[in-house]
């Protein structure tokens, strides 16, 4: 994060610089349409945005020399700025993406099921209830390394604490429903390491037979 972080902006420059020069481009009178003053246009276009020579010159961007992609490059930055907004939608309604069981029929309905039926920037309003802009990527873009660690430390722990819950939960209903009416012994020749029943179950038997592998486990690697 600390390597990438403070980066992150270029990646937004250079995407818009390609739309930014493709517009530029048509909009030259048709007596200027020469080599020159393309190489020059892509020249000023980097520079007003990227600051400088982009590490990818724009010339080299395919796109741009393609008739099927002419105007289509935009399509990525917007897509992009839907991914932020989107995702922030979903942080703040249900309190996280992984493992949320709303999120993938949420996307399906409100997504794909429609294909291409309806416009894209209709869609992106109708799940996360506002018109496509710039300020949900713009905020992320602007959070600085160290407080996107310290985000992301949080929301990793708090996962880590929630699936810890999850897994307390189903391993007690597992205990309450596993019942086979017999008593489990788990011996290692003369060696009794766990035995179910009474108040014990199988589950907290088999943890013990668990633990007891572990540490014969360990102790060999000594």
């Known amino acids: 994060i600390r390597s990438t972080q403070p980066f992150a902006v270029f990646a937004l420059r250079s995407m818009l610089s390609v739309s930014y020069f493709e517009k530029a481009l048509y909009e030259l009178p048709d007596e200027e349409v020469t080599v020159e003053r393309m190489i020059e246009l892509a020249d000023e276009v980097e520079a007003k945005i990227q600051g400088g020579p982009s ?51 949420t996307l399906t309905e409100k997504y794909w099921r ?70 489990v012994r788990f011996v290692d020749g003369d060696l009794l390491i766990a035995e179910s029943g009474g108040d014990k179950t199988l589950l907290e038997a088999c943890r013990e037979f668990e633990q007891f592998v572990t540490e014969r486990v360990a102790a060999a690697k000594k």
């Open 55 to 105: 590490p990818r010159p724009l010339l080299s961007v395919p796109h741009l020399v393609s008739d099927e992609a002419s105007c289509y490059y935009q399509g990525y930055t917007l897509a992009e700025m839907s991914v932020h907004q989107t995702r922030e939608y979903f942080k703040k309604k249900h309190g996280g993406i992984v493992d949320n069981p709303a999120v993938g029929p």
């Open 114 to 183: 429609c294909g291409n039926s309806r416009p894209f920037l209709e869609i992106v309003r109708d799940l996360t209830g506002k018109e496509l802009s710039g300020e949900a990527w713009t905020r992320a873009l602007r959070e600085s390394a160290e407080e996107r660690i310290e985000r992301e430390r949080v929301e990793y722990d708090d996962m880590l604490a929630r699936v810890a819950k999850e897994r307390e939960a189903e391993e007690k209903k597992e205990e309450e429903e596993i019942d086979l009416d017999m008593t």
